[in-house]
């Protein structure tokens, strides 16, 4: 699927149901703000357009709004149970060693200390260790730049399952 193109997966979406369409956009991003933002953005031509209507309201969220996007995210190593997307966007950290994990699990717990929310990363293709070093790097950061390292994250996931959504939705 190119970004560009028409997709039976983009048509299906945009005739979902309005209450549909901010379901299936709350399971993409928590957040009501972004979502309230790429719904009212419907119908799109393509792939493309709905893509940029993702990172425009990620772009434009508030402290709060990214709160309440992170708070839809489990820690990484702890992947909700039952929820196949976050299980499979972790999938770099289901084989890691105990002593990984571990660590994982204490330097998630100082993170969200220092911070006040969940580390997140765009973890789609990424190690444990991979996530580990940039957890391990990102903790030190000033809590302004750290907010901007996860809004940019964020916009990686989105885009992510927004794909996945219209391609999904052409099964």
């Not at 399971?27 to 309230?36: D, I, K, Q, R």
């Not at 964020?154 to 391609?167: D, E, F, P, S, T």
């Amino acid at each position: 699927m190119t970004s560009s193109s028409t997709t039976p997966g983009l048509t299906r979406f945009n005739a979902l149901e309005e209450h549909a369409a901010a379901a299936a956009l709350h399971e993409v991003c928590a957040s009501s703000a972004w979502g309230s933002r790429v719904l009212a953005g419907r119908p799109y031509a393509a792939v493309g357009e709905l893509l940029a209507a993702s990172d425009t309201a990620t772009a434009g969220l508030t402290t709060a709004d990214l709160q309440e996007a992170m708070a839809g995210h489990p820690p990484i190593g702890r992947p909700r149970p039952g929820d196949p997307t976050s299980s499979r966007e972790q999938r770099g950290m289901a084989g890691a060693s105990g002593e990984l994990k571990e660590e994982m699990l204490e330097l998630n717990l100082a993170y969200q200390e220092r911070f006040g929310h969940v580390f997140l990363i765009c973890a789609t293709g990424r190690t444990g260790e991979q996530m580990r070093d940039a957890l391990r790097e990102r903790i030190g950061n000033p809590p302004g730049r750290e907010r901007e390292i996860v809004r940019a994250e964020l916009g990686k996931i989105n885009r992510i399952r927004l794909a996945g959504l219209v391609q999904e939705a052409e099964a």
